[in-house]
């Protein structure tokens, strides 16, 4: 990393480690050790829109690339995908993909229900392009293709690591919103097929009826030091 204290020399060989890279065209200098985010920010930029958890889950940052003299098309994640020399850079922070609008307490999980909000479903040509594009490595078009079948589980199962990215959107010759398309067949799946946990209703039960209401008050009156020592004698479950 440069840095103001660096001496002329250090300067130099640090300079020389540095690799090209493009971003909206212009070139910048920046360290092959650096994802694209940190390169970005390292070339001066600022990150307002296309960023968020840092760490691969929010899917603010996709984005996509080529590589200098190969025709190839490439899609990543800026927050995970380091930077390579000659790299050519977009950024896609939103794509517009179309939504449906639906109040879940309403709707019935079944085909009619997937084609009615999203007749699309049907169009997708089985190209793969969006699998090819998903940073998650999720068989999107395997999803798509439960969804033309109407099978909402297994779209909900195999679209489970989806992270909104909107990459496989971007790539569909069919204009597909496979993301939103998912996102519904999880929520169905979610709501009235996943099997219910007995355990956990009577849990919710019975903090409704106000059972542990008395502790909680006790808790929440206690002074710091008390609570930690509460905390490091409580019964801890073996492992
Ligand atoms: S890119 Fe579009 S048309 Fe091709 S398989 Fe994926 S959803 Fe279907
Ligand atoms: S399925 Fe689409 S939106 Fe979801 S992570 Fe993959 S490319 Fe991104
Ligand atoms: S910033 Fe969240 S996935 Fe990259």
């Given amino acids: 990393m440069v840095t103001e204290q660096m001496t002329e020399q250090q300067l130099e060989v640090a300079e020389a480690e540095l690799i090209p890279i493009y971003i909206m065209g212009k070139q910048y200098m920046v360290p092959p050790t650096l994802t694209i985010m940190k390169a970005m920010e390292w070339a001066g930029y600022k990150m307002i829109r296309g960023v968020g958890c840092r760490g691969g889950f929010c899917g603010a940052c996709a984005t996509a690339y080529r590589i200098q003299g190969d025709p190839k098309l490439y899609f990543g994640l800026a927050c995970q995908t380091v930077v390579q020399p000659n790299m050519y850079l977009a950024q896609l922070p939103f794509f517009p993909a179309r939504r449906a609008s639906y109040d879940i307490t309403k709707l019935e999980p079944t085909p009619t229900t997937l084609f009615s909000l999203y007749p699309e479903v049907l169009r997708c040509l089985g190209c793969g392009a969006c699998t090819k594009a ?9 999803y798509m293709a439960a969804g033309m079948r109407g099978d909402i589980a297994q779209v909900a199962d195999l679209s489970f690591d989806c992270i909104m990215c909107g990459l496989c959107a971007a790539r569909c010759p069919a204009e597909e919103a496979q993301y939103n398309i998912a996102i519904l067949a999880r929520r169905l799946y979610g709501r009235y097929l996943a099997p219910r946990s007995r355990h956990l209703e009577e849990r919710l039960e019975e903090i409704a009826s ?9 808790l929440k009156s206690l002074a710091k030091e008390e609570l930690v020592a509460r905390y490091k004698a409580r019964d801890i479950e073996p492992k």
């Avoid at 106000?210 to 006790?218: L, N, P, Q, T, Y």
């Fill in 134 to 142: 998903c940073p998650q490595e999720i068989d999107v078009r395997a």
């Fill in 210 to 218: 106000g059972r542990f209401r008395a502790e909680i008050e006790e």
